[in-house]
């Protein structure tokens, strides 16, 4: 015969676990928080104050404004989209060309799925190579990335695209993988920070040497140092 106290445990133990569920609900961060709204806020400023005009391989880099594809905007929900061309400013040859593109989106649910293996698969390129690099120093911040080699063909030609992507998981700082974005999006307090993803995408010519994008995608970051520190700093860890 069960004693009184194995008869109750159970009873007693779900008790206790709806009521550390109800605490976690009212207590839980919602969107409309204070401190969830001006850390978006803040990401918000830092991201729109990345300058027009950088210096990188040792010249001037301009840039004019590229307006993000409807459907990425419709699908991302972002708070803030960022995607500049940018041209180095040379008198003989050919200029280099970068274009940057930032996301960072207000429910880090609304990020998963959405990476360079997939987004570019959608528009007809293959994924031919991918390798993680870095850390590199950017602000303080260390910053590890993943580069991507893309191709596809189109009326006979081939056409290769490299890309250099990571994302900003707020209170972990920079990954280079979508992973620590998907498990920032199971957190039921940290999915309300959102998420930022970074891409540097430079065309066929900038191929080969590798030390010359890797300059030039450090070049653009560290124009804007203290970005990445502000999209880390969520408010809650220190």
Known sequence: MKSLGAILASPVLCLCL????????RTGLKPDDPVVQAYHANARKAIEEMPWRVRA????????????????VRLLKPNIILSRHYVQIVTTGRPLTADLL???CRDSRDMTGHYPP??????GYEKVHAEYLGPIDVGGQAVRYTEYHFEKYSHGRQQKLCVYNFFVVPGRGAVPDIGDVNQAAEHYERRFFGAAQFQVLMPVEMMTPRHVREEVFASLLRSHAGLIGTLKSDGLSQ
């Open 18 to 25: 709806l009521a550390g569920i109800g605490y976690q609900q």
């Open 57 to 72: 391989l040792g010249t001037d880099w301009t840039s004019e404004e590229r307006r993000p594809e409807t459907a990425a």
């Open 102 to 104: 930032i996301v960072q």
């Open 118 to 123: 997939i987004c570019y698969r959608n528009i």
